[in-house]
């Protein structure tokens, strides 16, 4: 008899028939004797539809009212799941971020969780109800409708699990939990049985897209025991962990990649200080997103600038810093959007030496050349031609031991 | 400069291009200097999709559950008319039941509005805005979400009306207003510039459905300027007022008629004391609504017992009827659903004799047979053979000189 919180994404409730399935698990788990919070996210589809109808009323509609327009996709999910569940005699009441009063800033669109109202949910639990929750959305001070942003409704799982210390937040998905890397690159790509939640943030913003990046770090931060698995078949999944016995931790867990790089290097620039500040306020102002930066040591009092930006943003970055080259009396600004980054993450690393070297050579057998490195305790991430990806990450992959089963 | 209400039902905002043609009139209201409020429905169809949605989770959704999914209804088209609205530089919010409080009993699928908090409308007004209300939902003491019923739009746009004390509550449907009666049936039907509280609660519950009758009545208790107006052409439309100067009023302002009667007969009754109450008794227990009632003077100790029911409950009632028969010993019990009822409406009546008799002549010089007849100070009704409903209408139409411009 344990506390549950689980939470299904767009694909799992994308139809009646999905969401009926949802119901059966949710209502085995309940005749098993767990109390049940279940979060749910819009249907697959619907929040593109309404944004598709937002926009034919306004080309860049009000951030308010677009809440207002996009938390009815919860709405309806939670309510169809507590139907589902009274169907199969189980008792289940449905609640709007409002009604379980879960108090966000009033940043509309990406709204950030305060506080959650636990009293009610608490009630329902005692009365041995199923508790369904909107995903996605809250509500702020003044009662305004807010959103989290996409996946937002891993957050809201992961903050109903922290404010109702439950024993397990279980986010169902459509993969069977987190990979050493992507099947589709690497065939023998194994689930990880577990993962610390530093590993998971490393591979999550490097594109092993499983959970949103926010909901980790909340659970992170409140120790909320958190497992990945798929809606569609059952099994173990991945449980996110937050003990770090270094000593049983693998050396290495996964390889992580990304496509959506783009490299811009500024050449010959003054070397003195502030240099880097202003290059990067610049881009900070027009709100590109910066990943890695990479500074060489200077010669002749220059140096060369470089750093990665998301690939969609590179045009821009670009036009930026040719202005900014100019007023700095750079020599030049180059660029490359055909580059990926490909990262091995294991906080077993932190205790052995040598990794990145080992990385390295198994990049360099294939005759890989890195154009940039950026280290971390537990991440060392290269960032090479674009056409070297999946090359690179089966090297990878393979020179790790992450081939064989664990 | 006044205070307005606007209330514009599912088909005046069955589309993005008709949400928009609804931002332009709200646009040019606002431009002439009113304080405007807008109540919503859901989009025409949109509810149907909800339940039929709701019917595959469960074959008869629990009430609570089927509001908190029909209530995303009009948090839609009121989020788009609000983004339609600032596309044409006019501020707008809009507001959910629940953000408004529209405080209702907990029936769940048919509450009643109880009380409006208009703190929040009031303050919009103030700073300007136009104020766009979710229509037909409302919330319970516990906070959760109710809904009104079918058609209940029209009462949140009274009930708004009310507590901010507006000059005027429009309600835009597809008609152009009131009609002396149904134009199908009597081309030269004029439209009512003008028709009192008391006549249109007769002639809504009568058949002519342009209004909810609870919206009616709200407006009643509260003398609420009420207009019935189109959505899609320009048109003072009809007002519905509450003085009776009846030296002014107009003999017969209607003809109303309804289809869906059936006559249930309970022929040889005992005639004592409770055989009525007895045999509605029943009638009652099982949710039939009965309509016209007649009992005729007894003859020799037995009576017989006549009254109509929508006809979707004739098989219904007359299953009763044959086991209340057996127990009070009546002769029989018989029935006819192929019978409808015509109604003459008009404060006028009241000071003047001779309406009945009119009417009676009326039908009679058409060779049509009267069945039942029943009165009240604003209404003579009659049920005729189905077969009769046109001609019936069009004669009466005549007879009280309807068909001529007032």
Chains 1, 2 share one sequence.
Not at 197 to 217: D, H
Request: glycine share 8%; proline share 3%.
């Amino acid at each position: 008899m344990a506390l549950i919180v689980q939470k299904y994404g767009g694909t799992s409730v994308g139809s009646p028939e999905r969401i009926n399935a949802v119901a059966d698990r949710v209502a085995r788990w309940r005749a098993e004797g767990h109390d049940m919070v279940v979060v749910l996210s819009a249907m697959t589809g619907e929040t593109d539809r309404l944004i598709k109808l937002a926009k034919q009323m306004h080309a860049e509609p009000p951030a308010r009212e677009l809440d207002v327009l996009l938390a009815t996709g919860e709405q309806t999910t939670i309510a169809l799941l507590s139907m589902a569940l009274e169907n199969r005699g189980v008792p289940a009441r449905s609640y709007t971020g409002h009604q379980v009063h879960i108090l966000t800033d009033n940043v509309h669109g990406k709204a950030r969780i305060l506080d959650i109202d636990d009293a009610r949910a608490r009630e329902d639990l005692a009365k041995g109800r199923v508790v369904v929750v909107a995903g996605f959305q809250g509500v702020d001070e003044f009662g305004n409708i807010t959103t989290l942003g996409r996946g937002g409704s891993d957050t809201t799982a992961v903050a109903m699990a922290a404010a109702l210390k439950a024993d397990e937040c279980q986010i169902y998905t459509d993969v069977d939990g987190v990979y050493t890397t992507d099947p589709r690159i690497v065939p023998q790509a194994r689930r990880l049985d577990r993962i610390t939640v530093e590993e998971m943030l490393e591979m999550a913003s490097l594109g092993a897209k499983v959970l949103q990046i926010r909901s980790v770090e909340f659970a992170g931060k409140y120790k909320v025991p958190l497992r990945v698995l798929s809606s569609f078949e059952d099994g173990p999944g991945t449980l996110i962990t937050y003990e770090e016995n270094e000593m049983e931790a693998p050396l290495i867990s996964g390889i992580a990649f990304s496509r959506d790089e783009a490299k811009v290097v500024v050449r010959g620039v003054p070397d003195r200080p502030g240099i880097a500040a202003q290059i990067l306020g610049e881009i900070g102002n027009a709100n590109v997103n910066v990943d890695m930066i990479v500074q060489n040591v200077a010669a002749d009092g220059n140096t060369d600038f470089t750093f990665t930006v998301h690939r969609g943003e590179y045009k821009k970055a670009l036009e930026i810093l040719k202005v900014v080259a100019k007023e700095l009396k750079a020599r030049e600004v180059i660029g490359d959007d055909k580059i990926v980054k490909i990262s091995v993450v294991g906080v077993g690393m932190r205790s052995h030496a040598g990794i990145a070297a080992q990385m390295f050579r198994a990049l360099a057998n294939e005759g890989i050349n890195i154009q940039m490195i950026s280290t971390s305790e537990i991440k060392v991430s290269v960032v090479v031609e674009e056409k070297y990806l999946e090359l690179g990450v089966r090297a990878l992959h393979s020179a790790f031991g992450l081939d064989k089963a664990a």
